[in-house]
Every structure is written in C-alpha cells, then in structure tokens.
C-alpha cells in the first residue's frame, strides 16, 4: 500500500451528494487505474490512464462517474450524483514499467471504502 | 464475452498441507496471468506472474502453473500456515504496452488454514 495514497479512506454520504475519491501515486509509474470492488461483482476496472491520458474508459458505469489526472501524482474519481447502488470500496491502482520483479505488475492503495444511504 | 471464473468462493484445509486454487478463463487469449493475494481492508498485493509460454513459476512455498490449452491456472501454497489465510485473485492480461497493461480480475477464492 505504501506506493500509493488514497483518500479518505472512509466515506459515508447521502443519496445525491457529489463524492471525490483522491489518488496520489509515487512517481516513476506509467499508467493509473481505478477499480471498484463489491461483492457480487468483484474488482471492476473503471478507467485507466496512461501518462496522464485516459485510455480506457469503457468501465465507468454512467455519466455520473468522472476521472481526471490533472499530473503524475494526482488523481480523482468524482461520483455526481451519487445513488446507494454506488456504495463498493474504491482502488487506484499503479504500473510501473522495467526494474526487476516489478514489471508488468500493479500496485494498490488501500482503498476508500464508499457508503451512499 | 470474456469469462474468468475462480473454483470456489471459499476453501478451508488443515495447517501444513498444500492448498491448491483454480482459475478458468474464456473467450480469451491471455498473454499473462498474475495471482494477487488480499488482506481484509486492504488492497490486492501482488504475489506470482506467469506468461502464456510458461509453464510453471515458484516462488518460495507458492507455485502456479498455467495451461493455456485447458485456459487455466492452478495456483499452489505448500505447507500452508494460517498466515496464508486471506482472498487470492487471478487477474489475466493481454500483455505489455499501453491498453495491454490493463488486467481483468476473477472474484477471488477465500483461503481459510485452520491450525
């Protein structure tokens, strides 16, 4: 988890409210992901960026879901509005390209855990 | 559509015998496939990966094999301690390189080692 910061770690909020999930990851990594998690559905990857650019969005369920990567240590995921049926823990995740043992693998933070009532 | 299923939910074994873990896959042709192990309240933590031309990884008391005709993966905890109870995923992935770096991920099995 020491590789990448997310916060808050816990966020309850009420149907309708606007939600901002932060990612700040180490330097040296190439590409971001956020996943989301819920039991039924598992970890779901909603987008990736790469070098900043968003590559693939295809995960993200419906216009209310935003991502930005304004800079290489910096990311969000804003949730608006938000619905019950959001509710899941939220990773982001990094990729960091070459070194050995490291390649081709990603790294997690540890999740904010998202309750919309 | 592509499919990746995980054997069971959950496998309980005794302490000191070795847990094996099963990953299938459809519609697929991955060029690697990766096992990830996650703690409660936390975030995956990456253990094995294992390309399409191999066979076999080990590492420590931990082995995988992949069989990309039979399009799965067994995944091996020798001599298992109730430390390695936790929830292992398999994630595949077509390979380096931009979008290739993207990785779809099983739901996991939940390991139990009873002592």
């Keep these: ?117 | 559509s592509q499919k990746i299923e995980q054997n069971s939910e959950a496998l309980n074994i005794q302490e000191g015998k070795t847990a094996t873990l099963t990953c299938n896959y459809t519609n697929y042709s991955p060029a690697y496939l990766q096992w990830y192990r996650q703690d409660p309240g936390r975030g995956p933590v990456f253990l094995l990966l294992i390309r399409e031309n191999e066979k076999e990884k080990r590492k420590e008391r931990l082995k995988v094999t992949f069989d990309t005709t039979l399009k799965q993966s067994l995944f091996h905890i020798t001599a298992s301690q109730p430390a390695d109870s936790a929830t292992y995923l398999c994630a595949l992935s077509l390979g380096s390189g931009g979008s290739n770096y993207k990785l779809t991920f099983g739901k996991g099995t939940l390991l139990t080692v009873n002592p």
């Design chain 1, 1 to 117: 988890d020491a590789g990448v910061i997310q916060s808050p770690r816990h966020e309850v909020t009420e149907m309708g409210q606007e939600v901002t999930l932060r990612c700040k990851p180490i330097s040296g990594h190439n590409s971001l992901f956020w996943y989301r998690q819920t039991m039924m559905r598992g970890l779901e990857l909603l987008i990736y960026f790469n070098n900043n650019v968003p590559i693939d969005d295809s995960g993200m369920p419906e216009d209310r879901f935003s991502a930005k990567m304004p800079n290489a240590s910096f990311s969000t995921l804003k949730i608006q509005p938000s619905e019950p049926r959001d509710s899941a823990v939220y990773f982001c995740a990094i990729h960091q390209a070459g070194g050995a043992g490291r390649k081709d693998t990603q790294y997690f933070g540890p999740g904010t855990r998202l309750t919309v009532l």
